[in-house]
């Protein structure tokens, strides 16, 4: 899961894929490399580490070249070192290849290409596509010489997941581009064109893109691009236009993007509710997913699936689905759904979730979801995304591109679009009370209101994380639909944090968890009115009887609760099935304020990436 641009033109072709491989770098940061032809011959240059040592590189030795291919690798065969990461070039020293994804087969290939007398330099499945390359460029029949035959042959060879950037020192006037299940778009300018993994890579150069499908071929130049299937039939595409602005994957001022993406949400909101929602009276209208009222009317199941963040919004899907859809609705984490091999009877609708919409265990659930006769209509950020591609219906959540590796702005607009979703198969089968359905519509119209409201008392939230960031372990509790709220609020905190941090029901706390409670371990409890309240306010003596310190996130004015907890976060009260919008922002700036007094790389947690292409 790393991140390619490609450059084609009359520039500088390594300080285009600098450029676009800084708005990648989200999607992994262990090394990086870029490759030109300049002169005849291929000049990579290569760095471990962050892209800033990319920088330096460049800024002390220029590489000049106007054709180049640049990636940020996130490890995944060998360790990051020189040797292991992109470019790739074959044994000739002429062929230079980036790749995304993994190669299933690279230990056979390897071994054959060992035989025929090709050396590898590198521990990476990427290597034998140079290698490939090179040996088809040589010799496939009628065509010795032509780079995109060499490169069409050569993915014949493989198994598995890859996008490709291939350039080669005979000919500087050709860059050549295939994918199979990872992402890859080619940006299109004027005698000059890109190609990326991510279009906010190149999103500053151009807005418009064709995004490849899988087992497609791009041959670029700066004049055009000719796109083909791998027998060479020519195939024609609609220029995608990207749908936001240059600008918006600008930090704007914030010290880091995650910070940048919280103080979004107020704003996001209004774009995610936009003509789906307006009066509290009305019904609600949601486009995109592709289903008759009769077949929602006659779903016996629904089945989310996620990972990560996405998953979270997944539990409260779930929970809201039951209760106001009346629909019996499972939530499975993505890699573990095709795992238990389920039983998907008829009527069964599949709901996808994921902020990238490439995310590689989510694909693959979609998939065998579909394989299984399920219906499935995708909840999405990015738009034409694979996910999208693949679905039979896209709910789309109008986040913006989110660039910060933990997932804030995208999760609140997943759960509004839970929620949204929920309300509207209620309405349709007439399965809620409708008093209840106008006062929780009523509530998501104010909800950008409160979201701006609970950015003000962001110094609020920094005074709590003062008090307890030097600690280590931490416990998230919640119930109900608040109990996603907890796990969303530990995974935050433990990824950016790097403080251990487990999300719990408090109903499950006596068994087991509580054996942690100390003086050195501080809980959060997600503390708001509704039908699990005083539950909540037994869990949290119980902790209180054991010297643990509890930070409470409580309704406004709830002086009972207040007095229990030795911290406290308020928010605005809402009605229940609507808080876990209320209650993540302050999570999310609780997380990220500990992560920035503990002085850590907030935007790029170690190990982490936020697009997770390989299973
Ligand atoms: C990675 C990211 C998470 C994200 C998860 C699912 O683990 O770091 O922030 O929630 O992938 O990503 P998706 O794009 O499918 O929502």
Known sequence: MCGIVGYIGSRSAAQICLEGLHRLEYRGYDSAGIAVVRDGELDVRKVVGKLLNMDASLAETPLPGTIGIGHTRWATHGKPSLDNSHPHVSMNGRIAVVHNGIIENYGELREQLKAEGYEFKSQTDTEVMAHLTQKYYEGTPGAPGDLRAAVVRAVQDLRGAFAFGII??????????????????????????????????????????????????????????????????????????????????????????????????????????????????QPLVLEGMNLTPDEIRGLHKVVFTACGTAYHAGLVGRFLMEYLAKIPAECDLAAELRARNPVVLDDTLCVPISQSGETADTLVALRDMKDKGSKCVSVLNVVDSSIARESDGVVYIQAGPEIGVASTKAFSLQVMTMTLMA?????????????????????????????????????????????????????????????????????????????????????????????????????????????????????????????????????????????????????????????????????????????????????????????????
Request: glycine content about 8%.
């Open 168 to 281: 080669c020192a005979d000919n500087p006037d050709q860059l050549v581009a295939v994918r199979r299940f990872s992402p890859l778009v080619v940006g299109l300018g004027e005698g000059e064109n890109y190609i990326a993994s991510d279009m906010g890579a190149i999103r500053k150069e151009t807005d418009k893109v064709y995004v490849i499908d899988d087992d497609e071929v791009a041959l670029i130049t700066r004049e055009g691009v000719e796109l083909t299937d791998l027998d060479g039939n020519p195939l024609q595409r609609e220029a995608f236009v990207i749908p936001w602005p240059a600008d918006a994957a600008e930090k704007g001022g914030h010290k880091k993007f995650m910070h940048k993406e919280i103080h979004e949400q107020p704003d996001a909101m209004r774009a995610c509710l936009a003509g789906r929602l307006s009066d509290p009276d």
């Open 423 to 615: 309300i509207h198969f209620a309405e349709v089968r007439g399965t809620a009370d409708p008093a209840l359905l106008r006062e929780l519509k009523a509530a998501l119209l104010e909800m950008p209101r409160h979201a701006e409201e609970l950015l003000k008392r962001e110094d609020d939230v920094l005074a709590v994380a003062q008090k307890f960031y030097q600690l280590d372990d931490s416990l998230f509790l919640g119930r109900g639909v608040n109990l996603p709220s907890a796990m969303e609020g530990a995974l935050k905190l433990k990824e950016i944090s790097y403080i251990h941090a487990e999300g719990y029901s408090a109903g499950e706390m006596k068994h087991g968890p509580i054996a942690l409670v100390c003086p050195e371990l501080f809980t959060v409890a997600v503390a708001v009115h509704g039908d699990v309240y005083e539950k909540m306010i037994g869990n949290i003596q119980e902790i209180k009887a054991r010297s643990g310190p509890v930070i409470g996130l409580i309704d406004d004015g709830d002086s009972l609760m207040g007095e229990q907890c030795d911290a406290a976060i308020w928010v605005p009260q809402v009605p229940e099935m609507v808080s876990p919008l209320t209650t993540a922002i302050p999570l999310q700036l609780l997380a990220y304020h500990m992560a920035d007094l503990r002085g850590e790389d907030i935007d790029q947690p170690r190990n982490l990436a936020k697009t997770v292409t390989v299973e």
